[in-house]
T-cell receptor
Framework: SQTIHQWPATLVQPVGSPLSLECTVE??????LYWYRQAAGRGLQLLFY??????ISSEVPQNLSASRPQDRQFILSSKKLLLSDSGFYLC?????????????FGQGTRLTVV | AQTVTQSQPEMSVQEAETVTLSCTYD???????LFWYKQPPSRQMILVIR??????QNATENRFSVNFQKAAKSFSLKISDSQLGDAAMYFC????????????FGQGTRLTINP
């Protein structure tokens, strides 16, 4: 069966420090991968999505970046965090080529920038 | 770009009653998919129901059903016989059937169940 792992679960980082959040999927190949951010009490904002290795689409220009170094690995990064980067980050995957299938989500990372 | 709008930030309903959550979307595409997700306090996202735009019949899953009005670009969720476990944030989502397979969400509706 397919599983998705996202870590860390909680992170407190000072302003100006770097960020690296990692997400991996097991049990499938060539998945579509997504990074979302959820501000407190608000909706899910799509940040990046990827349909293959090295293929990253950005939805929101900001100081965050994403990479997909391996088929089932998706990394969210920042060189210098801002206070406004605080939030709940969710990684998700879906089957490629089967558009009506659901997206499966990781447990999320709560990031607090101080 | 496609957008999804949920105009009800919060809703409440008495246990065992019926509640309807609203969702509208904006797209120029004719073929797409719509979803309702539930996010309980654990923050784990759970699929509630899905609808293919090419299907006229409204989807149902046990106590959950949708009212899909393609011309009006409306996709509401009806929860019948509400239970305490239904309390959660509910998100409406849109996915294109063509090109980039991005999944776009609405702002969410917080549903409270009153015992």
């Amino acid at each position: 069966s397919q599983t998705i792992h996202q870590w860390p679960a909680t992170l407190v980082q000072p302003v100006g420090s770097p960020l690296s959040l990692e997400c991996t999927v097991e049990g499938t190949s060539n998945p579509n991968l997504y990074w979302y951010r959820q501000a407190a009490g608000r909706g899910l904002q799509l940040l990046f999505y990827s349909v293959g290795i090295g293929q990253i689409s950005s939805e929101v220009p900001q100081n965050l970046s994403a990479s997909r170094p391996q088929d089932r690995q998706f990394i969210l990064s920042s060189k210098k965090l801002l206070l406004s980067d605080s939030g709940f980050y969710l990684c998700a995957w879906s089957e490629s080529g089967f558009i009506n299938t659901e997206a499966f989500f990781g447990q999320g990372t709560r990031l607090t920038v101080v | 770009a496609q957008t999804v709008t949920q105009s009800q930030p919060e809703m409440s309903v008495q246990e065992a009653e019926t509640v309807t959550l609203s969702c509208t979307y904006d797209t120029s595409e004719s073929d797409y998919y719509l979803f309702w997700y539930k996010q309980p306090p654990s923050r784990q996202m759970i699929l509630v129901i899905r609808q293919e735009a090419y299907k006229q019949q409204n989807a149902t899953e046990n106590r959950f059903s949708v009212n899909f009005q393609k011309a009006a670009k409306s996709f509401s969720l009806k929860i019948s016989d509400s239970q305490l476990g239904d309390a959660a944030m509910y998100f409406c989502a849109y996915r294109s059937a063509q090109g980039a397979q991005k999944l776009v969400f609405g702002q969410g509706t917080r549903l409270t169940i009153n015992p």
